[in-house]
Structures are given as C-alpha cells and as structure tokens.
C-alpha cells in the first residue's frame, strides 16, 4: 500500500512556472517507478511524465513541449514536476501515481490531486 500527497498547485498567470510536489508513505519509495498525470476539465486523463525508480529514465508526454521536468528524491520520499511557461491548456488537475508508461492504466496508486489554473 502506498499513501501519496501532492501539493505546489495554485493559481498562476500564464508564462509563469510552478513546481509541485508529491511525498509518497508506506512501501520502500526508491523500488517503483512514479508518473505525473493530469486530467482537464471535460477531457479524459492525459499522461505528463514519469521516472524509473532511480531516476535514471524518465518519459514525457507528446503535449509537454520540453517545458516539464520530472525529478526524485529518494531520500525525501519524493517527486516533483517542473512546469515553465505555463499556458491556459496546462489548467487541469494533477495527480501523482505509483506506476509506468504513457497510459493511465500503468498505474496503481493515485493521490488527490493538485488544482492548477492557468489564467490569461
């Protein structure tokens, strides 16, 4: 079982960046790998980004556009998502999970959610 919290989401003007964070609990958080999702209003879930267990691979999403960075800390129990540029299509809910691939469905435990809006 794993417990995971994300934070760092907000309110931002576009152009403007953010970083959010996401602190897992309960398994041994350097044996899985971990992704970044987000899902817009009226869309389905979209794939951002995810890294192997030790960091050493990382995948991004087609829509990234080399604005998203995806990090890890080991030894904080922790991942983070570097978002620059942001523009009015970045507004969406982001979730951190447990898991691999470009496709919701490689992945196993979910957090609440972080709220980025992005306005113009």
């Known amino acids: 079982q794993v417990q995971l919290v994300e934070s760092g989401g907000g309110l931002v003007q576009a152009g403007g960046s953010l970083r959010l964070s996401c602190v897992a609990s309960?398994?041994?958080?350097?044996?899985?790998?971990m992704g970044w999702l987000r899902r817009a209003p009226g869309k389905e879930r979209e794939f951002v980004a995810a890294?192997?267990?030790?960091?050493?691979?990382?995948l991004y999403g087609d829509s990234v556009e080399g604005r998203f960075t995806i990090s890890r800390d080991n030894a904080k129990n922790a991942v983070y998502l570097q978002i620059l540029r942001l523009n009015p299509e970045d507004t969406a809910v982001y979730y951190c999970?447990?898991?691999?691939?470009?496709?919701?469905?490689?992945?196993?435990?979910w957090g609440q959610g972080t709220q980025v809006t992005v306005s113009s």
């Open positions: 999970a447990t898991g691999w691939g470009t496709s919701a469905v490689g992945y196993e435990y």
């Open positions: 309960g398994r041994a958080f350097g044996s899985y790998p």
């Open positions: 890294i192997s267990p030790s960091g050493g691979e990382k």
